[in-house]
């Protein structure tokens, strides 16, 4: 009985092996999806807030308040809440617009215009939720209302704001629909290697009901023992994970740039609470199918 015993917990320590290495490779590919999930959006973000938005100036302006006003404009925009950054916002005079025309274009111009025709302007960014079709006209609207004769014309490249966002949306959606996919896949793949694992105990569960253990006493150190598992998977996943980004934003920095800690730690408290609730169940829900088995149906 004893020599029963011990070989049944050395094959219970060595099931609970295996299911702790299958619980964190699956947590892992959990962990891949989940953050290219976040660099999806983060990256859509990172792309709408580099589009540049064009507040020109009227040219009739009176020459004496044109710092004035201008200097309002400015005051302005970096009380709005939709300004990504505050120190992105730039006047640009005829002198700069120049400079920026001939470093995205030719001169030639200079050879038959001799005045400058270029307008100023105020160039600013504006924060990703805000970067849409509606709430760029907004943005007019208000400008203009605000500084009545002021604004000339409000210019964005239309087509790229409304390309970005479709894409932005697609592939969210399409993540979306493939980490629910995957959540799914990783609590069945886990429960299953749960209950492999419970199987090397099922004669060591009837024995203990047998001679009149309770059933909470039962699942108890099971249980106990499925939130170390959890725990102890959900730790090598996270370290597999974090390495993983690592070496990536290695060789792409502009990842390294992209990521926030706080993402990363809410996918990682994802993966923890994860790990630990579907081990818990998973053992549980086996503990009960075996106290219900008869002996004979254990074989």
């Not at 609207?141 to 790229?160: H, N």
């Not at 009837?206 to 099971?222: E, L, N, Y």
Request: aromatic residues 12%.
């Amino acid at each position: 009985m004893a020599q029963f015993g011990k070989a049944s917990s050395k094959r219970g320590k060595a099931s609970y092996s295996y299911s702790i290495i299958g619980m964190a490779l699956v947590l892992f590919l959990f962990g891949i999806m989940g953050w290219f999930f976040l660099n999806i959006k983060k990256t859509g973000d990172y792309l709408k807030e580099r589009i540049q938005v064009h507040a020109y100036l009227n040219s009739n302006i009176n020459k004496k308040k044109d710092s004035v006003t201008i200097d309002s404009v400015m005051t302005y925009l970096k009380q709005q809440p939709y300004i990504n950054s505050p120190d992105s916002i730039e006047y640009v005079d005829k002198s700069k617009a120049i400079q920026k025309w001939e470093a995205e274009n030719d001169s030639s111009w200079k050879d038959f215009l001799i005045n400058n025709p270029l307008p100023e302007s105020i160039d600013f960014y504006v924060k990703a939720e805000y970067v849409k079709d509606t709430s760029l006209r907004s943005i007019e609207q208000s400008l203009r209302s605000q500084f009545p004769g002021t604004i000339a014309d409000f210019k964005y490249p239309v087509e790229v704001v409304n390309k970005v966002s479709g894409y932005v949306k697609t592939g969210g959606l399409i993540f979306l629909l493939i980490s629910i996919i995957l959540t799914v896949l990783v609590i069945f793949s886990i429960d299953n290697t749960i209950r492999l694992a419970m199987f090397s105990n099922r004669f060591l569960i009837k024995t203990m009901q047998m001679v009149g253990a309770t059933r909470g006493f039962i699942a108890k150190p099971m249980v106990q023992r499925a939130v170390i598992n959890g725990l102890i998977a959900s730790a090598l996943a996270i370290f597999c994970l974090r390495s993983f980004v690592s070496i990536i934003e290695g060789f792409m920095p502009e990842f390294k740039e992209l990521g926030k800690e706080s993402g990363l730690n809410y996918l990682y408290l994802m993966i923890i609470l994860v790990g630990i609730l579907i081990s818990v169940i998973s053992t549980y829900r086996a503990v009960i199918k075996y106290l219900k088995l008869k002996l004979d149906d254990l074989y």
